[in-house]
């Protein structure tokens, strides 16, 4: 977004017209501009007088007014619309900022352990979410709505998102609904534990090898509509690369890569860790070549490498 006229005193129109400089009348009913000449200046002057237009100067003429009284009195007038300009240029200089270094992701990610605060990674996180299209799906948008949400505090299951989202972006992927589909699955994945009535929900009983059942069981119970790949992402989170896991003993080839982060994220945030801890749980994990496919294994690599340095 640019800002590429401001709004001026009217009392300015004519210091500004004596230096030659270009003034504008914006007629906020017709959504028009038109530039304003000695002879209409009287006219139009009426016009802003009853609030259905007001005058304007370009952004690059601001500099022939640089070094007047002029400048803090537009900037007053200004003050909510500059204020919005720069809380967007900061969110999107964020944004590249994250975007500069497919490494970054990874780097952040190690950081967030290192310092036990993934605030500033949940930030980043936001920053990029925040850039998308108004036109996203329905579920998206109750993804979106959620996530905004959940990422504002640093609790286990923003966590949870944090690390999905970085493995997601080091993995390649860039197909924006395909991001959604997945966080998505990361917020509803285990909703079938609520079902195990153990002291330990993550105790491996019937219930819980059923759990990704029960998760779109009660899915189904919510006014939300899932597509089609986070019901797998949910269903498969689960299933191991050599097929033992459950609950089809899918093999490697016959589900999403993905669902690795996710059954991963289960292991590693299953309870809060020091920085050894997650280093640990990590290189653990990153051994276990027939479960976990090799895109994980390498981000699972990287992130060990910043964290142990």
Do not use: W
């Not at 900022?97 to 936001?126: H, R, T």
């Not at 690390?163 to 966080?183: E, I, W």
């Not at 285990?190 to 195990?196: A, C, H, K, R, T």
């Amino acid at each position: 977004m640019q800002l590429n006229f401001y709004h001026i005193p009217a009392e300015a129109v004519e210091i500004l017209l004596a230096q030659n400089v270009n003034v504008y009348i914006y007629d906020q009913e017709k959504k028009q501009r038109q530039i304003v000449d000695q002879e209409s200046f009287s006219s139009q002057l009426e016009t802003c007088r009853d609030n259905t237009a007001y005058f304007q100067i370009a952004i690059e003429d601001i500099k022939f007014i640089q070094d007047t009284d002029l400048v803090m009195e537009i900037a007053e007038i200004n003050k909510d619309l500059l204020l919005y300009v720069d809380r967007f240029h900061s969110r999107q200089q964020k944004y590249q900022l994250f975007l500069k270094s497919e490494c970054l992701y990874l780097v952040e990610l190690s950081n967030a352990f290192k310092s036990n605060d993934f605030l500033p990674l949940a930030n980043l996180i936001q920053a990029d979410l925040a850039n998308d299209a108004q036109d996203i799906s329905v579920f998206a948008s109750t993804v979106s709505d959620c996530l905004e949400k959940i990422l504002r505090r640093d609790t286990n299951l923003s966590r949870m998102l944090c690390f999905s989202y970085c493995c997601f972006r080091h993995m390649k992927y860039d197909d924006r609904a395909l991001l959604f589909d997945f966080m998505g699955a990361v917020l509803f994945k285990d909703l079938g534990l609520s079902q195990n009535k153990s002291q330990d929900i993550f105790q491996k009983n019937e219930i819980y090898d059923k759990h990704p059942y029960y998760s779109l069981f009660l899915l189904k119970k919510l006014p939300i509509e899932l597509t089609q790949t986070c019901y797998f992402f949910i269903l498969d989170h689960h299933e191991a690369q050599d097929g033992t896991g459950f609950p089809k003993q899918k093999m490697g080839t016959h589900y999403h890569p993905l669902c690795d982060v996710l059954k991963t994220t289960e292991i590693i945030f299953a309870k809060d860790l020091p920085t050894a801890g997650y280093l640990v749980e990590m290189q653990r994990i990153k051994e276990q070549t027939s479960v976990i496919n090799s895109a994980l294994i390498d981000c699972l690599r990287i992130t060990c490498s910043y964290l142990a340095g």
